[in-house]
């Protein structure tokens, strides 16, 4: 069983239950600005970093954040989504832990 489909049983919205091809999709949907963002293509391995991370694998993914257009953007909508991990906007999840906790 996936993830997605975990989250699906739990769910108590009765617009997921009664059609998961719908939520799936909304799941799955990615912001408008995804479409110009440097890092398409480039697999999530490159972008979604564990703890204890190699540091040459972060400056890699921060490297291509530092040519994208719509950095401001991916960071802004990573601030809003506590849940984002990895590398966004050029930041770390502990660098946005520490900037959402700066504005609180
Ligand atoms: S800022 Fe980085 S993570 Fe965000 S869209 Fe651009 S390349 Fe991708």
Same mark, same amino acid.
């Given at each position: 069983?996936?993830?997605?489909e975990?989250?699906?049983m739990l769910?108590t919205?009765?617009s997921?239950?009664a059609?998961?091809?719908?939520?799936?999709a909304?799941l799955t949907?990615?912001?408008?600005?995804h479409?110009?963002?440097?890092?398409?293509g480039a697999?999530t391995d490159?972008?979604?970093?564990?703890?204890?991370?190699?540091a040459a694998?972060?400056a890699?993914a921060?490297?291509?954040?530092? $040519?994208? &257009?719509?950095?401001? =953007?991916c960071?802004?909508?990573?601030? +809003?989504?506590v849940?984002?991990?990895?590398?966004? $906007?050029g &930041?770390t999840g502990r =660098?946005?832990?520490?900037?959402?906790a +700066?504005?609180a």
């Amino acid at each position: 069983m996936t993830d997605a489909e975990i989250v699906w049983m739990l769910s108590t919205d009765e617009s997921d239950q009664a059609d998961l091809g719908q939520w799936l999709a909304r799941l799955t949907r990615r912001p408008s600005w995804h479409t110009e963002a440097a890092c398409r293509g480039a697999g999530t391995d490159a972008f979604i970093i564990g703890r204890g991370c190699n540091a040459a694998v972060n400056a890699r993914a921060r490297a291509i954040c530092a $040519g994208c &257009t719509v950095s401001e =953007q991916c960071l802004d909508y990573a601030l +809003a989504d506590v849940d984002t991990m990895g590398v966004w $906007g050029g &930041t770390t999840g502990r =660098q946005r832990r520490a900037m959402r906790a +700066a504005v609180a």
